[in-house]
């Protein structure tokens, strides 16, 4: 019969190697390295440490001990429940969670979103961090920055850290102008993302409209300005609405108010798939011809763009592999490079059958 430690001092992995017999090392492979015993050892190794109510080594004491601790935060700038629901957030994490679980590691997902100045220390614990979407002067951004741990940036540039971007001023210039040419007498409409700081839908005024920053949105929106002006069109900031979240929601608001404006827009330019979704429907709702009397394109190309009725045309950034690289290139160390993947137009039946 095994005899525990007394209830009130913790289990610790060497005085549970006392107890059974066998070293530390055992013990840890047994329930890390599983293939280092042989399993009928390890099943004796198991059962023995349920039942001393041992749960196995500490992961803070390992990571002192060793230096590492096997998990990759991703520090993200929203919240961590919009992460579940949005597509290119989602396919983003799918192609990191598959770099990661060839490489044996674990993934910590941080919100900026929900970050005071106060902390409780839970971004010492990751070797590294994929930092996703701009971080505005973010303490928890600011404390990882301390930890002086490895850092991959994703849709972002900052100094010292490698990156990962697509050019979204010439992807979005590419679609707007393939939009443009194919809408006679073009009134157009913009449906932006997150292009100031609100959390209202709402139309942006004069002065904010040229106001541009490093943020992937404004990045695109200088894009379809290029190709409104190339095109020799205007738009007005009462044609440019600020969608805040990503989320049908905010984007048949937006869809709404766009479709309901007069003159009525006959190209509408969408900053993503979600957007465009959301101007399909309420162009159905109003019964306006897609593509005959309206020309939709978004940005993105989720794998429901391809399922709208009409498929949408959009642009594709790879969002997936995206992900993938990220956990690459700070897995393999590859801590300096500055990477712009390409995008490709997808032509679909939203500016012509």
């Known amino acids: 019969m ?45 059962k023995q440490c349920q039942e001393l109510g041992y749960h196995g080594p500490n992961l803070t004491a390992r990571t002192l001990r060793k230096g590492e601790s096997g998990v990759i935060g991703v520090l993200l700038s929203d919240s961590l429940a919009y992460y579940f629901t949005d597509p290119v957030a989602n396919q983003f994490l799918t192609g990191i969670a598959e770099v990661l679980e060839k490489n044996h590691k674990q993934l910590l997902m941080l919100s900026c979103a929900e970050s005071t100045k106060q902390t409780s220390g839970i971004e010492t614990l990751p070797d590294g961090f994929i930092v996703y979407g701009t971080q505005d002067k973010n303490p928890l951004f600011e404390r990882v920055l301390q930890t002086n741990k490895p850092i ?134 109003k019964n306006i011809q897609v593509p005959q009397e309206l020309k939709v394109v978004g940005f993105d190309d989720i794998p429901e763009a391809s399922r709208t009725s009409p498929a949408l045309t959009t642009v594709c950034q790879k969002s997936i592999e995206k992900g993938r690289l990220a956990a690459s290139k700070l897995v393999k160390g590859e801590l300096t490079q500055k990477t712009i993947l390409p995008t490709a137009l997808i032509k679909r039946e939203t500016v012509e059958f």
Not at 30 to 38: E, K, M, T, W, Y
Not at 189 to 206: M, N, P
Not at 208 to 218: A, F, H, K, Q, T
Not at 234 to 244: M, V
Request: proline share 3%; glycine share 2%.
């Open 152 to 285: 991959v940036t994703v849709d972002f540039d900052t100094d010292n850290y490698a990156s990962i971007n697509i050019d979204n001023q010439a992807a979005a210039k590419e679609v707007a102008m393939y939009a443009l040419q194919h809408t006679q007498n073009a009134n157009i409409a913009i449906l932006g993302l997150r292009l100031i700081h609100s959390d209202r839908v709402c139309r942006i005024t004069e002065d904010e409209l040229y106001n541009e920053g490093e943020s992937v949105s404004r990045r695109r929106l200088t894009g379809y300005m290029q190709a409104i002006n190339e095109q020799d069109l205007n738009i007005t900031s009462d044609y440019i609405w600020h969608i805040p979240h990503n989320t049908y929601e905010d984007a048949t608001k937006a869809a709404r108010e766009a479709l309901s404006t007069h003159p009525q827009p006959n190209c509408v330019l969408c900053m993503s798939d979600v957007i465009a979704g959301a101007v399909l429907a309420i162009a159905r709702e």
């Open 2 to 46: 095994l005899i525990a430690e007394p209830k009130n001092k913790p289990l610790t992995l060497k005085s549970v190697s006392k107890v059974l017999g066998v070293s530390t090392a055992t013990i840890s492979n047994a329930f890390n390295r599983p293939d280092q015993l042989s399993a009928k050892l390890r099943d004796k190794i198991l």
